[in-house]
Structures are given as structure tokens and as C-alpha cells.
């Protein structure tokens, strides 16, 4: 049977809600054929997978049904009259269902229990003329079931009350907790019973006392049974109940009260550290708020109700430290039972009397994503089957890879979803980002996140080509485009060269998958070959011979000591030329200025005459030529001697003056110059003497 799903508009009569803030309460219909879902009740297994228990009058039978993503399957447990007060309950220890209910053919209490193949059944008690009416079941922390029940023992002076048993490895076992000797007039007593049980395993009953509508409370605290009454003489209440008890041992019991000067209430007492309080959830003059009640309390101490008013399904909870109230079904609805998932969204049956039908409800929030398996996917093609588990999946969700930082989104095909925590899908990588994914999963209340679950690989990258595919090893920023496939990021490029010499990129920034450009510093690098070697996370390839490193342009440049003095001066060149590694240079072209030139790397040379010379120098290497010219760069001024010997000599231009041995002849007179004088290369303008004056 497929499942008829639609969006409960809630009538909010109250200010907060519970749970995620885009929860919504999602209806369906369990069973339909006849009238279905007198008694109805609701339990979770460790999957938050929902079973049910409910009577189908039409045909007088107990009923059952799991739910499975597509819808219920439902199952006849037993016939015959029987099924009545139907409480389903988990066996804590085998995470399977057991089923309490009431034989009206033979008024007795019956138990019916799934053993994961087949269901049973048996009598839980039948030693007198009414046992089960109110039937409630509820498991010990060990596995054990225990019932809780009405007993009339039917005739004047014999007893009625409150009944337990409890189940040993052969036989139940039964208790009676409150009674009271029958009589003319003599009212009931352990009716609309509700068990549960407090985290040291002690069994816990909220009861009716009809003599003074009262509600009482049972509990067991190791040796024997305890009763109290919880109402007070001005409560009239303790029909229609529920019980839970919280993390701390706290108890809640839901309840109908009468008690509001002609109003009624859904209304919950509360024992907390040992003192009964009440709260009333709602009151309104209707005959009938508050009937049909149920409570259950989350992990975070939030109760959470159901109960029937104002011809309408209510449920209530208390998350804003306030009742906060909503029709969750407008027709007139009974019987209604509440669960809570591991996240603490409620689940609720109840019978809708205007179809006739058990309804099934629960506030579902978004999906939670707990795993991928497998968590990996080569983007080559399509993966194999991917399992994804977690919570709140439904049948009409989806399930794409996200990837947060591209914004591209892969949707998963073929989606199975199993159930509620898992389903199964295939995503196309094919030419998808490897890295990280973010694996999403929605239904109608939003969408769940697992961050980074799922990585996309690639194969090794794959370089084809570099463009261009040479370079001159005088550039520290040179690109290249590198084509190529399976490209990821991030990425190193190497250029191994002779000797194996490496090159490590500056930078690689991918395009795509097919391209990056990578900067290199081919800066006196060896001239040579070199091969192209890419890597990534997920491996490393070499393109062969991609790359060609050449020699760069040189840049001519010298220097002389000294650049100044009186002639003869001599002057040493040197190359500072800029000449790149394995690249030079090969030739050397001076010019000096004089006429004279040089091939030497750092020469030597003399000037003779004064004056003021430019010099050049010509570099050849393996990356081309280079000339560097400096105007006007060695200055030479006359010699000390070159004055006399033009006064001694007719060759002016005698520069290379040699005095004659006679020492005489090297005083000249009336020239009053003086050695400093000589030295600037003139006779002072003050010279007024001499043989020249």
C-alpha cells in the first residue's frame, strides 16, 4: 500500500514551536478498509522506524503495522474480539514489538510478541470473569514485559482494581496493586491505566480511582507496591491517561480534568523531586478537552501531548517554558498515542472518526546525513552504489554532491531510499572537480548537510603540451600553459632538467581540469631540456622533453680603474656585464677611444695623450650580442713635464719628453711655476718671467 502523504497546516494557537524552525507535521492514512484505529498506538525502534497497534471494529480483530518508506505494512495479529485497548510496546533488548490488548470474547488480558519471524500470542490472565480492560504494556530495562490492567472479579463482595503482571521464562506473573471489595454502588478502580519505567527499572502507573475521580499513581520501588493519590479533593480527573518519566526520574502523567468550575482540561501533573504540581495545558468549556490524552518527554526535558478538543486532534509541548498548542486534525479524532524519534520529533496515531481511518502524523525536520559508503568516486564516470545513512529520509527526497566552493551540483540518480535512515543512489563524476563534496539530502522540511563527506578522485594528471614550449633563462616570471587531462588543485609543476635538476613552478593555477598556467623562474637556469612532471594528491605524471631552456639576452657593462689622472695613464677595464649561466660570453669588443681597441675579458691600457675618451665594450654569447658605450668616461690630463718640453722643444705634441743627462738642462729660467702648477698642465697667469714671457 502506498502512503497518501500531504502537509498538515497546524492551527497554531500558542506562540513557539517545537523542533528544527521549518519542521512541518507531514499526514498520512495507515489503514482505510472498514473502520481502523480504535486503541491506537505508536512506538520507535532503535531506526525511529514507527509501529502501531490498533482494533479494526469492522472486523473485530487486533492489528498491526510497520512502516517502511513507501508506506505500511500491516499484518492481522489476532481475531475474534480481541483487540481491544491495544498498547504496543519495544523490547528494549531485542528492539522488537510486543502488543498488549484485551480478549472481550473471553474477557481476558492477552500479550502477543514478534520474535523478528513470526508473531505470538497468549493469555496473560484469565483466573476471573473481567481481566484486561485499560490493558497497558510496558518493557523493563531488561527485557521483561510488564501489563497493567483493570480487573473486575464481577460479583457482589469480590474485588475489583488495579492489576500488574509480569512475565517470567515460562509463565506470567500477577500482582494485585489497588483494590476494593465490590459492592452495591461500589465504583471502579484501576481504570485508563498507563505504565512506564524510571531509569533504575522500577515500574511507574498512573490509574483512576472512579470512587472520588481521582487520578493515583503505583510504583514499585524494589520490595513492594506503593499507591498514592495525586488530585486533590477539587481535582475530578484521571481518565484518559498517559505517564513518561524524564532523564532525572521526574514523572509526567497527561490527563482529562474536570475541575475548572465548568470547564475542562487537558491538563499534566507533574512529580518533581517527590511534590505533585499540575499544569492545565488547555481549558475550554467543551465536555470533552483533554480526553484521549498522551505525553512523552524528549531528552531535553521537553514534554510533548496529545489529546482530543474542540472536536479537533491538539498537540502541545512546552519547548518555550509555555504550553504551545496546534490542531493537528480538524475532523474529530480519539485514541491518539505520541512517540519521539532520537531527535526528539514526535510521531502520533489516532483514530480520525469522520473517515473512519488510524492516521498517522509526525513533525519531520530535515534529513540528517551521518554517512557515505563508499565515501570516494573517480570523476571518469558514474560510481558504483552509494549508501547513505541517517534520519528523516522519505520517499520523495533527493540526494546531490556540493561542492562549496565551485557551486556546481551533482543530483544522485537511481535513488532507493530503504527507509527513513537509509538510502541508496549513483552519482556521474564524469568530468567533475576531484576534492572535497558536501553531501546533501532532502524531504519536505529542508535539507541535510554533511560537510565534506565525499570526495571526488581523479586519475594521475596527465600533461600533453606546454605552450610556449621554450623559454630564455634570463626571465624569473615566465608562464607557460600546460594542456593536459585529470588536472586537480591543488597542484605542483617541476621542470627536471639535465643532471635532474628541478625546477619548481612559482605559482600553478588550473582553468580547468584540461589547463594551468604555472609561472617559472628560469633565471640562470642550466640551458637544456627538461621534462614537465605534474602532481596532485591523487598522483603524478611527466611529460618528456616539454620544455626548452635557452640563453637569455646578455646586457654589456663595465667598469675602469682609474677613470681620472695625467697621462700616460694606465687603466684597468672590467667586465660587469649581466652574461646567463652556460651562455658565455664567447667574445669581447673594446674600444677605448684612442683609436686603439682589445679581445682581452678584463685588459689593460695605457693612455698617452690627455684628454677625454669614450669607451665601449661588445659582448657575443650563446643569447646574442650586447654593446654598452660610456661617453666621455676616462678623463687624462697632462703629464708634469709636458710644459718644459714644449718650451725645449719644438714638437708640442712631445708628450714622451726624456730630460738629458745634464741636469741643468732642466731648469728653465724665469719660469716661476710651480710643481703643483705643472702638474694642472699650465703656467700660472701671474708668470711674468722666463725666456718665454
Known amino acids: 500500500m502506498k502512503t497518501r502523504i500531504s502537509i498538515v497546516l497546524a492551527l497554531v494557537l500558542s506562540l513557539s514551536a517545537t523542533g528544527a524552525a521549518n519542521a512541518q ?130 460479583d457482589i463482595l469480590s474485588e475489583l482494581g488495579l492489576m500488574v503482571c509480569s512475565r517470567g521464562v515460562d509463565a506470567w506473573s500477577c500482582t494485585e496493586v489497588d483494590d476494593r471489595t465490590q459492592g452495591l454502588g461500589v465504583f471502579a478502580l484501576g481504570t485508563h491505566t498507563a505504565i512506564t519505567f524510571n531509569g533504575y527499572n ?8 472512579e470512587a472520588d475521580t481521582s487520578l493515583k499513581f503505583a510504583w514499585n520501588p524494589g520490595s513492594s507496591w506503593q499507591t498514592d493519590t495525586v488530585s486533590d479533593l477539587l481535582d475530578l480527573c484521571g481518565t484518559y491517561n498517559g505517564i513518561a518519566v524524564d532523564a532525572g526520574n521526574n514523572v509526567y502523567i ?97 483514530y480520525n472518526y469522520t473517515d473512519m481511518d488510524i492516521k498517522y502524523t509526525r513533525k519531520l525536520g530535515p534529513p540528517e546525513v551521518a554517512s557515505v559508503d563508499p565515501a570516494s568516486g573517480v570523476n571518469t564516470g558514474p560510481t558504483d552504489t552509494i549508501t547513505v545513512t541517517g534520519a528523516r529520509f522519505t520517499s520523495d527526497g533527493e540526494v546531490s554532491l556540493y561542492n562549496s566552493e565551485t557551486g556546481d551540483e551533482i543530483q ?13 543512489c549513483v552519482f556521474d563524476l564524469t568530468g567533475q572537480w576531484p576534492g572535497l563534496w558536501d553531501v546533501r539530502v532532502s524531504n519536505t522540511a529542508g535539507t541535510g548537510v554533511l560537510e565534506d563527506g565525499f570526495q571526488v578522485t581523479t586519475p594521475a594528471p596527465e600533461p600533453t603540451a606546454v605552450d610556449p614550449s621554450v623559454g630564455q633563462n634570463d626571465n624569473p616570471n ?46 640562470n637556469k642550466s640551458v637544456g631540456t627538461y ?87 661588445q659582448i657575443n654569447t650563446d643569447g646574442g650580442s650586447s654593446m654598452e658605450t660610456k661617453t666621455d668616461f676616462i678623463a687624462v690630463t697632462a703629464g708634469a713635464d709636458d710644459d718644459a718640453d714644449d718650451d725645449l722643444d719644438d714638437d708640442a705634441d712631445d708628450d714622451d719628453w726624456i730630460p738629458d743627462d745634464d ?16 702638474a694642472d698642465g699650465g703656467d700660472d697667469d701671474d708668470d711674468d718671467g722666463g725666456c718665454c714671457g
Open 412 to 424: 544522485g540518480s537511481d535513488v532507493d531510499v530503504a527507509s527513513q535512515t537509509t538510502l541508496t
Open 478 to 523: 615566465f608562464t607557460v600553459t600546460i594542456d593536459g587531462d585529470y588536472f586537480a588543485d591543488p597542484m605542483t609543476a617541476t621542470l627536471v632538467g639535465p643532471g635532474r635538476a628541478q625546477i619548481a613552478a612559482i605559482s600553478v593555477t588550473l582553468n580547468s581540469m584540461n589547463q594551468a598556467e604555472a609561472v617559472f623562474n628560469l633565471k
Open 25 to 154: 507535521w507531514v499526514d498520512e492514512t495507515v489503514a482505510s478498509e472498514g473502520q481502523q484505529g480504535e486503541y491506537s498506538s505508536i512506538v520507535l525502534d532503535s531506526s525511529d522506524t514507527p509501529h502501531a497497534a490498533w482494533y479494526d471494529a469492522t472486523n473485530t480483530r487486533l492489528m498491526y503495522g510497520k512502516r517502511h518508506i513507501d508506506g505500511w505494512d500491516i499484518t492481522i495479529i489476532d481475531e475474534g474480539s480481541k483487540g481491544r485497548y491495544a498498547h504496543i510496546a519495544l523490547n528494549p533488548t531485542t528492539d522488537l514489538p510486543g502488543i498488549a490488548y484485551y480478549d472481550s470474547a473471553d474477557d481476558n488480558a492477552n500479550f502477543a510478541w514478534f520474535d523478528g519471524t513470526d508473531w505470538h500470542t497468549e493469555v496473560v490472565d484469565d483466573t476471573s470473569d473481567d481481566q484486561g480492560q485499560w490493558i497497558d504494556l510496558a518493557f523493563s530495562n531488561d527485557g521483561v514485559p510488564y501489563v497493567s490492567y483493570h480487573f473486575d472479579e464481577g
Open 531 to 617: 621534462d614537465l612532471k605534474l602532481e596532485h594528491e591523487f598522483g603524478d605524471n611527466t611529460l618528456e622533453d616539454a620544455f626548452d631552456i635557452e640563453c637569455g639576452q646578455p646586457a654589456a657593462n663595465f667598469n675602469a680603474n682609474p677613470v681620472t689622472g695625467a697621462a700616460p695613464l694606465g687603466v684597468n677595464f672590467f667586465d660587469q656585464s649581466i652574461v646567463y649561466t652556460d651562455c658565455g660570453p664567447n667574445e669581447h669588443r673594446w674600444t677605448f677611444g684612442d683609436g686603439e681597441s682589445s679581445s682581452e675579458a678584463a685588459p689593460q691600457h695605457v693612455y698617452e695623450d690627455p684628454g677625454v675618451y669614450t669607451v665601449s665594450l
Open 254 to 350: 497527561s490527563t482529562y480534568d474536570e475541575s475548572t468550575f465548568g470547564d475542562n482540561c487537558a491538563a499534566v501533573f507533574k512529580k518533581i523531586a517527590g511534590s505533585w504540581s499540575k499544569d492545565q495545558v488547555e481549558c475550554t468549556s467543551s465536555s470533552s478537552t483533554g480526553r484521549y490524552s498522551d505525553i512523552a518527554v524528549d531528552d531535553d526535558g521537553v514534554l510533548h501531548m496529545v489529546y482530543y478538543a474542540g472536536g479537533q486532534l491538539r498537540y502541545a509541548d512546552d519547548s518555550n517554558g509555555s504550553w504551545a498548542i496546534y490542531a493537528l486534525d480538524t475532523d474529530p479524532s480519539y485514541w491518539s498515542n505520541i512517540a519521539l524519534d532520537s531527535a526528539g520529533n514526535p510521531h502520533v496515531v489516532y
Open 202 to 209: 522500577q515500574p511507574q502507573i498512573a490509574y483512576h480511582d
Open 663 to 678: 741636469a741643468d738642462d732642466d731648469l728653465v729660467i724665469g719660469d716661476d711655476d710651480t710643481v703643483e702648477e705643472e
